[in-house]
């Protein structure tokens, strides 16, 4: 007769803890992909998609987009559909590449709407700790100031579209002692802030 051995008994615990880990593993990762196959398989939706990392406060064209299918259990709720929703809008938030945009991806429609003759412009001024007291819808005066010393009011009364996050970066180039904010104007605003990209731009809240 074999004698009883308590570490043997440990061991076979062990053992079958362990197969028992592995069934259950296996189980969850064959569930996993159950679903992404199915998914895959199942309706389709074109989705626009970042072909490049997008920056926040750039105005989209054709070459940074494109639309690919994606499988419609997986398309986000607000997901653009069609080329011309993103073509020529600007973003208010870095879109990593691959990535759908969406609705919340760029400023409000609203804003860019025709009727009221607004185009967005993205202005880089020169303190930071500004955008603590601006947000969407906040009414703003520009000064631009020259480096001779002179200033020049470049835009009065102008709506706060969009407080880009994270990368200030932007198309204006970069500093570590400014900031980018996005402002909803009429085209003369418009043209002046972008002829004073050499001037230093002063907020005033309304």
Same mark, same amino acid.
């Given at each position: 007769?074999?004698?009883?051995?308590?570490?043997?008994?440990?061991?076979?615990?062990?053992?079958?803890?362990?197969?028992?880990?592995?069934?259950?593993?296996?189980?969850?990762?064959?569930?996993?992909?159950?679903?992404?196959?199915?998914?895959?398989?199942?309706?389709?939706?074109?989705?626009?998609?970042?072909?490049?990392?997008?920056?926040?406060?750039?105005?989209?064209?054709?070459?940074?987009?494109?639309?690919?299918?994606?499988?419609?259990e997986l398309?986000?709720?607000?997901?653009?559909?069609?080329?011309?929703?993103?073509?020529?809008?600007?973003?208010?938030?870095?879109?990593?590449?691959?990535?759908? @945009?969406?609705?919340?991806?760029?400023?409000? #429609? %609203?804003?860019?709407?025709? *009727?009221? &003759? =607004?185009?967005?412009?993205? +202005?880089?001024i020169r303190?930071?700790?500004?955008?603590?007291?601006?947000?969407?819808?906040?009414?703003?005066?520009?000064?631009?100031?020259?480096?001779?010393?002179?200033?020049?009011?470049?835009?009065?009364?102008?709506?706060?579209?969009?407080?880009?996050?994270?990368?200030?970066?932007?198309?204006?180039?970069?500093?570590?002692?400014?900031?980018? @904010?996005?402002?909803?104007?009429?085209?003369? #605003? %418009?043209?002046?802030?972008? *002829?004073? &990209? =050499?001037?230093?731009?002063? +907020?005033?809240?309304?």
């Open positions: 007769m074999k004698s009883f051995s308590v570490a043997g008994v440990i061991r076979f615990a062990r053992w079958h803890r362990f197969g028992l880990g592995l069934v259950a593993l296996a189980v969850a990762l064959l569930a996993g992909v159950t679903v992404i196959t199915n998914a895959i398989r199942g309706p389709s939706t074109p989705v626009v998609v970042a072909k490049i990392d997008i920056a926040p406060g750039v105005q989209v064209s054709g070459a940074e987009v494109a639309l690919v299918k994606w499988p419609s398309v986000p709720p607000d997901a653009l559909t069609t080329l011309e929703a993103a073509v020529g809008n600007i973003t208010v938030s870095r879109v990593a590449a691959g990535v759908p @945009l969406t609705a919340s991806s760029f400023t409000a #429609a %609203a804003i860019r709407d025709d *009727a009221v &003759a =607004e185009v967005l412009v993205p +202005v880089r303190d930071p700790e500004m955008l603590q007291l601006l947000h969407p819808g906040t009414l703003v005066t520009l000064v631009g100031v020259a480096p001779e010393g002179y200033a020049e009011t470049l835009a009065t009364r102008v709506r706060v579209a969009a407080l880009p996050n994270g990368d200030n970066s932007g198309i204006l180039g970069s500093s570590n002692t400014s900031a980018l @904010l996005i402002v909803a104007c009429n085209r003369s #605003a %418009a043209t002046a802030i972008a *002829a004073a &990209a =050499e001037m230093t731009i002063v +907020v005033i809240v309304e």
